[in-house]
């Protein structure tokens, strides 16, 4: 028998707020006291001529890659309302088109497209006992494929205030691995992510969180750059990725912990790190 687990002060989950309540519903499930506070806004974006041509298109691509479930739901109900008829008829047939590949980073990308009615057979995306689910494990599984000549149309975010695509890094590294394997990558952004604006009671809550013990969860290094300069040198994080990690000591953090980005590991980690 393992440890008794020591509940936390709080957890503090800084996803998107759709999905920073799913985890609080997670983790307390797991006996945690969580508390949601989002550090990143998402706003749907309106539709686009690139994202219409890309509907328009869409049987022209040997694969789409997600970024995120997001980036599957914003991309799939833009075809719901102001898209021209032609469009919506290729959302609708889209997911028939033989031999399209849906390529995702990880458990939460796929479970968005099984959602939106796409065949687990047709999906790429790293083992769910990967130790990183990220564009680096995707191009592990497909690296390998013949991609000369190819189109693949990457799907993602946009970063309020700069040209940077939420996750570039990951992204834009897996588009040069397309690209020097002779494929032609097409980026299309569906959703803005940006800084929330924050209440009062929430910035008490950072502060207060700050030197409590509170153990907050990170997803996002972006996330890291919205919150407010403070003395973090007491705080504790849990971090699901090496690079969102790094962004969380950078900013002075006193304890950070590295887990995979599942329930499992999230919650040992937690573990591993509370006072």
């Keep these: ?16 707020e759709r999905d920073a309540l799913r985890w609080v519903q997670l983790l307390a499930q797991r006996g945690l006291r969580a508390e949601a506070l989002p550090l990143i806004r998402i706003e749907a974006l ?25 980036a599957v739901e914003a991309f799939f109900a833009s075809n719901q309302t102001s898209a021209p008829a032609e469009c919506r008829q290729a959302a609708i047939n889209s997911i ?17 497209l099984r959602a939106a009615g796409v065949p687990a057979a047709r999906i790429d995306a790293p083992a769910a006992d ?3 689910f990220d564009s680096e494990a995707l191009w592990a599984l497909v690296g390998g494929r013949v991609w000369r000549g190819l189109r693949v149309l990457i799907v993602r975010g946009h970063s309020a ?8 890094n990951g992204r834009d590294w897996l588009a040069r691995q397309l ?42 290094s972006e996330a890291v750059g919205h919150l407010p300069s403070q003395d973090w ?9 090496p690079r969102i990690a790094q962004a969380v000591r950078a900013a002075g953090w006193g304890v950070v912990a590295e887990s995979r980005p599942t329930l499992e590991d999230i919650v040992a980690s937690i573990e591993s790190i509370q006072p």
Excluded at 192 to 215: E, I, N, W
Aim: net charge positive; glycine share 10%.
């Design 1 to 16: 028998m393992g440890r008794q687990l020591l509940t936390p002060a709080r957890v503090i989950v800084t996803r998107p």
């Design 46 to 70: 309106a539709d686009s001529p690139a994202l219409q041509q890309a509907w328009r298109e869409i049987s022209s691509y040997a694969a789409l890659m997600f970024v995120s479930g997001n």
């Design 96 to 112: 028939a088109i033989e031999g399209l590949r849906w390529m995702a980073p990880g458990p939460g990308t796929v479970a968005a």
């Design 130 to 132: 990967a130790g990183q």
């Design 161 to 168: 205030g700069g040209d940077a695509a939420a996750g570039a």
């Design 179 to 220: 690209v020097a394997a002779g494929a032609q990558v097409t980026f299309v952004a569906v959703y803005q992510r940006s800084a929330p604006l924050f209440t009062a009671q929430q910035r008490l809550t950072m502060k207060q969180a700050a030197t409590d013990g509170s153990v907050w969860l990170f997803s996002s």
């Design 233 to 241: 040198s007491q705080a504790r994080a849990v971090a699901t990725h």
